[in-house]
């Protein structure tokens, strides 16, 4: 007992069923005992290997009784079926072998392990989009975690989005996802599924079907839980009410065509943008090609990948620079009323986590809790970074490409104007000039025009059937102008610390505590004679701990800090100093260029 009238009901009460049994059940059904009825009828007729004609009969049966459609009930059951059959198929996964045990291990040791993951989804066939592998990776993931990351992947018909989310799938083992192509109110509460730390995989938004699926999905994702209250006869035969619990947290991947969806949902999640240009279709093309001259796609062997998301650590990670992030955040030209940054903001920390728990490994353990690393933080950035400004700012390349076709277009009219004393204000971009500019279909620029208002990038006006679109005056049209997160070798700075990462998606091996962009070793300055001062200690005090028959011919004593590498040294000098900091980073060819008047003279490359 729940409270006064209110009672909890198992959905498995009875197993076993014959079809004379399920028969009986139909026949008493009324319409108001169907929602009560269907979970127990599927389980029977799935758990008993019914044949078809026993199914049909049963649901004509249905049909008199309640008025229900047939077509719906096959629908649902179908559904039902593909649910159950996934389970059992998750239920029959072979343990971990110590075999793919090691493989996991040198997986979370390995400093280029996101790299490698963008790698392999592009060996199972995925083009281009790096960034959005590694971050669609990433949210899958995070399901481990108590705050799951939900994605909407966009993109025109055509443009790759399901193969995308298939082929990352691959990475993940069975339990971690649910497949789906359309669902219904009653079985996301009805049916017998598991949603803790799970992600529900939809593909085309529109298997979201109602307003009332809509609001349990949401429910979902944001309460952690869909708590469902109906009423239905009890065996005593008077009406009772009952709360069905489904239990997450779970997570959403959902593709749509649309540019934007419903506030509520793009709020809860992330969205990434397919590439549909022209020249990135005809690079498919050619890989399309060039796969079908070599044969088949080389086999990849999930198994390692798998074993890795199920031995991630479930516990606390704590990132100490969390508050360092926030006073760094570019927010400057944020709308006033943007309040799902203070969602954003959290989920883009889960992403954080999530790269500390892959790292688990090679990560710093306090009180039973990790501790993220800066280069955590750096990893999450370079996935993240512009899907979370596209979010936060509701922009997509597409909107933005649009807006500077209109700027354009708008230019030229309005000169033509002024040549036949047309006053400007009159001057406005239809569709139709933008689909010819753009050499896209009408449709496609509808779809974006609607983006790029909510932007502020466009101002959209009804003339009679038609837009009438102009340019919003001091818009910005880069997206580089749509910065959020701080870089990561600025955040390095704000902390006074250092280190190195291998970048995610280009495999090259980056500093942090640099006064130049990554993945580059410049020139020493006073701003990290610090830093460098430090790391000499530290080689000095390690190879002070070797063995004397291990150490170094003419110990070496930490430098003073006069003697630091300094923009006044030649260019041989400071490449020698840095030599000995990139020493302990990794054995690769950087390029040091130092801020002098004739770069042409000043570039070394320095072998390590």
């Given amino acids: 007992p729940a409270g006064p009238g209110l009672c909890r009901v198992r959905l498995d009460e009875e197993v076993g069923m014959t079809f004379q049994d399920l028969l009986k059940r139909v026949e ?15 389980r029977g007729i799935y758990e008993g290997g019914l044949l078809d004609s026993e199914v049909e009969a049963l649901f004509l049966t249905l049909k008199k009784k309640t008025g229900v459609s047939v077509g719906a009930l096959r629908k649902d059951w179908a559904r039902y079926r593909a649910t159950r059959d996934a389970q059992a198929r998750e ?5 971990i072998t110590p075999e793919a045990r090691e493989a996991a291990r040198e997986l979370s040791e390995d400093p280029a392990l996101l790299h490698r993951a963008i790698r392999t989804i592009g060996e199972l066939g ?14 899958l993931l995070s399901a481990r975690t108590e705050a799951p990351i939900s994605v909407l992947v966009k993109g025109r018909s055509s443009s790759g ?7 990352t799938l691959a990475l993940i083992p069975p339990r971690g996802y649910y497949e789906l192509s359309s669902m ?16 529900l995989v939809l593909y085309e938004e529109d298997g979201l079907s109602s307003e009332e699926v809509l609001y349990l999905v949401r429910t979902l994702l944001s309460e952690g839980q869909i708590r469902y209250l109906t009423v239905e006869k009890t065996p005593q035969g008077r009406m009772a009410a009952r709360e069905i619990v489904r239990p997450g947290p779970t997570g959403l991947i959902t593709t749509l065509t649309k540019g934007l969806t419903k506030e509520d949902n793009e709020t809860r999640t992330f969205s990434l943008y397919m590439d549909d240009s022209k020249g990135h279709t005809l690079r498919v093309v050619q890989a399309l090609a060039e796969r079908e001259a070599r044969g088949a796609l080389p086999e990849v062997d999930p198994t390692p990948w798998h074993a890795l998301y199920e031995l991630l650590p479930q516990k606390e990670v704590v990132v100490p620079y969390a508050p360092a992030i926030a006073r760094l955040l570019e927010a400057q030209d944020l709308p006033e009323d943007l309040t799902r940054l203070r969602r954003d903001f959290g989920r883009f920390l889960t992403l954080v986590k999530v790269v500390a728990l892959l790292h688990h490994a090679r990560r710093e353990e306090r009180e039973g809790r990790l501790v993220a ?9 370079h996935l993240a970074a512009r899907p979370m400004a596209r979010s936060v700012h509701t922009v997509s390349p597409q909107a ?3 807006a500077v076709a209109v700027r354009e277009v708008h230019e030229a009219k309005v000169e033509e104007a002024a040549g036949k004393n047309i006053p400007e204000g009159s001057v406005a971009v239809y569709v139709k000039d933008l689909a010819r500019h753009l050499r896209w279909a009408k449709r496609t620029v509808q779809k974006w025009v ?8 466009v101002d959209v006006q009804r003339d009679g059937n038609r837009l009438a679109i102009r340019p919003v005056e001091g818009a910005p049209l880069e997206e580089a102008a749509f910065r959020l997160l701080p870089e990561p070798e600025r955040l390095a700075r704000e902390l006074g610390e250092g280190g190195s990462y291998v970048h995610p998606l280009t495999g090259e091996t980056c500093v942090l505590f640099l006064p130049q962009t990554a993945c580059a070793f410049p020139s020493k300055t006073e701003e990290n004679a610090l830093q460098y001062e430090e790391n000499q200690r530290a080689r000095h005090a390690h190879d002070r701990a070797r063995p004397p028959e291990e150490r170094p011919s003419g110990e070496e004593k930490p430098r003073a800090r006069s003697e630091v590498a300094s923009p006044s040294q030649g260019p041989e000098e400071r490449a020698r100093a840095l030599a000995e900091v990139a020493q302990g980073l990794g054995g690769r060819v950087f390029r040091i260029t130092a801020p002098r008047p004739r770069p042409e003279e000043d570039e070394v490359e320095v072998e390590l």
């Fill in 161 to 167: 989005k399901s193969f995308l989310v298939k082929q």
């Fill in 400 to 402: 933005l490409a649009l």
């Fill in 91 to 95: 239920e029959e996964a072979p343990p």
């Fill in 28 to 42: 008493g059904a009324k319409p108001e005992t169907l929602p009560a009825l269907l979970p127990e009828l599927f």
């Fill in 450 to 457: 609607d983006q790029a208002e909510a932007a502020g990038l």
């Fill in 373 to 381: 690393a800066l280069e955590d933080y750096a990893l999450a950035y």
């Fill in 184 to 199: 219904s109110a009653k079985a996301l509460v009805y049916a017998d599924l598991d949603f803790r730390h799970r992600h």
């Fill in 126 to 139: 995925v083009v281009g989009e790096e960034e959005n592998r590694g971050l669609l990776y990433l949210a």
